[in-house]
């Protein structure tokens, strides 16, 4: 976390590049990655490789170790893998994270338990745990409400608050489709830094994103995440550019209305 909240400051950025490699051969796509890692670097925050899309490919595990060296060293990677298993499997997915592959964090389902998350915390490494997630269906479980009061989706966060007084680098994955979601658990866990995906090809609202997601007393806090809109431009470079810029001003604004 110590790392992200570096890089954020020193690139001026909130910016997360997704990266989702579609295409159809092998060289192409690792060049089209390699390209889109050059011309997006200095707008990076962090990068977030989705796990799926390189295991969908025969050489999917090397692409992931090129891509760790591509990727400047002082920005995080951030391995989109969605682990959650039992504690000794949870053990081995992070092996396979940060020892084979070299990630500076994961995202993780929490829905085993404790044992799905623990695994994944060391001093050095960022766990951004599912909490509210982009995708509309997610409503039918998420938003449930508890007998003891809060949804599933604050249950998650409450959670992952109480294990961050003990473990560093703990964070949640919050959807962007949500704006009001992301407010309310801003307001639970006022400190929590927040992966937020569903801008661009979802339809997220960037400025609602960031008037509710952004930390109004650092204007930090929160990493904004966008795949395909980036993957698909003509141009990825201007198009995190732009995006970076969109999410300066609107957090311009977030900390001095707090002021
Ligand atoms: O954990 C994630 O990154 C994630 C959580 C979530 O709630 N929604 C979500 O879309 N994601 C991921 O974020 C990326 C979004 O991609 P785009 O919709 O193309 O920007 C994909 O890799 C998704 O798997």
Redesign the pocket.
Known sequence: MEQLIRRAQSSGSLLCV?L?PVGTSETEVAARLHGVVLQTAEFAAAF?P?L??FLARPDGVTLLQRLREWIPADVPM?L?G?FGDIANTADRYAAFAYDVIGADGV?VNPYMGDDAILPFARPDKAV?V?A????KP?HSWQDEELVRGGTVSDFSADVVQQLSSEHSGLGL???A?NSEALAHLRQRCPELWF?V??????GGDLAATVRAGCRPSDGLGLLI???????QAVDPGAAARDLTQQINALRTERVSDAV
């Open positions: 997704g989702d977030k989705n799926a899309f951030i989109d969605k995202t951004f599912l509210k997630t982009s995708n997610a994955v919050v959807g489709t992966l995906p569903g801008v661009g090809a979802q995440n966008t795949s395909r809109s980036i993957w």
